[in-house]
Nanobody, 113 residues
Framework: QVRFVESGGALVQPGGSLRLSCVAS????????MGWYRQAPGKQREEVAS???????NYAASVKGRFTISRDNAKNTLYLQMNSLKPEDTAVYYC???????WGQGTQVTVSS
């Protein structure tokens, strides 16, 4: 079964930027619709962005215009470029393939001054 490892989270000031990465094991990454999700303390996990096999993208209203999802199938890697970060973006960020129910460790993003 494919596994995902997220990285790139950090403490950043409001207005700052971060790029998250998600590396997939195996050779089938290119066959998956992929998404970034986040879970803030006391809240349910929510989808932030997704990218289809044809590279079409969708974003949650709260991040549209600030976040960009991309993928590099040759490197089995999914990215999330996050700009103009806000305190409400603070959460653990996860990547996953559409329909999969096993989650990785995630990466912590904290936006605070």
């Amino acid at each position: 079964q494919v596994r995902f490892v997220e990285s790139g989270g950090a403490l950043v000031q409001p207005g700052g930027s971060l790029r998250l990465s998600c590396v997939a094991s195996g050779s089938s990454f290119r066959l998956y619709v992929m998404g970034w999700y986040r879970q803030a303390p006391g809240k349910q996990r929510e989808e932030v962005a997704s990218i289809a096999l044809n590279y079409g993208t969708n974003y949650a209203a709260s991040v549209k215009g600030r976040f960009t999802i991309s993928r590099d199938n040759a490197k089995n890697t999914l990215y999330l470029q996050m700009n103009s970060l806000k305190p409400e973006d603070t959460a653990v960020y996860y990547c996953n393939a559409l329909g999969m129910t096993t989650w990785g460790q995630g990466t912590q993003v904290t936006v605070s001054s």
